[in-house]
């Protein structure tokens, strides 16, 4: 009868070991996304590409141990953020999180620094946050460099006076400096740069002062539902001037809305027709997941966390224990990966270069391209 305590007992203890020694083979990552509030929209797009590369980094069984994303609601809040951040290092014990929102970004990228986890932002755009550490990478071009993309298309379509409407915030403030450095350089001005709050909603009095403005196109830096509803309420209150915006408008809800169809944006060049491999079975195992094309949201999120598993298992090779210092000494070393619709390649600043592109929004779910620019 001792006998077989002692042996169900140490039954036991090899099952507890066994199980130990493959949670620690777990290899996960925390993402700190808006699930819930007035930007959940956008979070839906981030983890669904985040999802779907833990899916096939998992099923090529290439990365010793499972891949796992852990979610913490950012709401688009700083102060969210880095609450959700601080648990996914303290708690979970997590080496790299993916982020968005410009906000977001710079809040959670000193938790980043400070414990030296890695930081990868693929959705906010303001053009500070290449200058975070080198704990906080980019893995989509910002917004001084769509801005730049676009700004000569506008002054060849002799759309040359712009008005502005921007947040005021850091992301909206660097939207008013890039156009006022950008646009006389290539032969327009900026006739009139209108601020708004960014909980405002009522854009009606911000119309009027539009139509005063004159100008030839209506540049819009804001994002989520508030760019929904300036880009309504100017139609709605008569200004009928060329719409301009950046790559918040790509997200299906503003793709459909009939007062911004017509509306020229800037995004970053993902050929989701390509039929290289990578892009290929991204494209297709979304669209049978999902039963839509995805969009460039959901393809950056998807490189971002294919830009872990491929550093993960480089790292595993080397007999390297997952940290973000050696995650950071292996992208240096390594510099240019395979993303989906092509190679790109860091900068010193920890930010892809990658082309931009010219859409309009057409009325249909991706927009339709109108012209390319070249990465410089």
């Known amino acids: 009868m001792v006998a077989f305590k002692v042996k169900a007992m140490v039954g036991a203890l090899a099952l507890c070991a066994l199980q130990v ?39 090529d069984g290439k990365l010793k141990g499972k891949m796992s994303v852990i979610y913490e609601d950012s709401q688009a809040l700083p102060q969210r953020g880095v609450i959700g951040m601080n648990k996914l290092v303290s708690v979970d014990k997590v080496p790299y999180v993916l982020t968005g929102f410009t906000g977001v970004s710079k809040a959670v990228s000193t938790v980043g620094q400070r414990t030296k986890t890695v930081v990868v932002n693929a959705g906010g755009v303001g053009p ?24 000569p298309y506008l002054v060849q379509q002799n759309l040359k006076k712009v008005a502005l409407i921007y947040v005021d915030d850091p992301f909206g403030q660097a939207i008013v400096k890039e156009l006022e450095g950008e646009l006389p350089k290539a032969g327009g001005s900026l006739v009139g740069k209108l601020s708004v709050p960014p909980t405002s909603q009522q854009f009606g009095g911000i119309a009027a002062k539009v139509r005063e403005l004159k100008a030839d196109a209506v540049y819009i830096a804001s994002y989520g539902a508030q760019q929904f509803q300036i880009a309504k309420q100017l139609r709605d209150n008569g200004v009928k001037e060329q719409l301009v915006s950046y790559s918040a408008f790509s ?27 990578l892009t290929k079975r991204f494209v297709d195992d979304f669209k049978k997941k999902h039963g839509k094309a995805p969009t460039n949201y959901v393809a950056s ?13 480089a790292l595993q090779k080397e007999g390297k224990p997952l940290t973000g210092t050696n995650l950071l000494e292996a992208r240096k070393k390594i510099n240019t990966f395979d993303f989906v619709g092509g190679k790109v390649t860091f900068l010193p600043n920890g930010t892809v270069m990658a082309p931009m592109q010219i859409k309009t929004v057409d009325g249909s779910p991706s927009g339709k391209q109108v012209q390319v620019v070249k990465a410089n």
């Open 301 to 313: 999120y998807y490189n971002a966390t294919k830009l872990y598993g491929d550093l993960a298992i």
């Open 21 to 59: 020694g493959a949670f620690a083979q777990d290899v996960k990552l925390g993402a700190v996304f808006p699930m819930s509030g007035p930007n959940a929209t956008y979070g839906d797009l981030f983890s669904s590409g985040a999802n779907l590369a833990a899916e096939h980094i998992n099923a």
């Open 128 to 151: 500070d946050l290449a200058e975070l550490g080198e704990y906080f990478w980019n893995a989509i071009p910002l917004v001084n460099y769509e801005v730049r993309a676009m700004v």
């Open 251 to 277: 997200v299906p809800e503003i793709q459909t809305l009939p007062e911004a169809k017509g509306t020229l944006y800037s995004e970053l060049l993902i050929d989701l027709a390509a039929t290289d491999p």
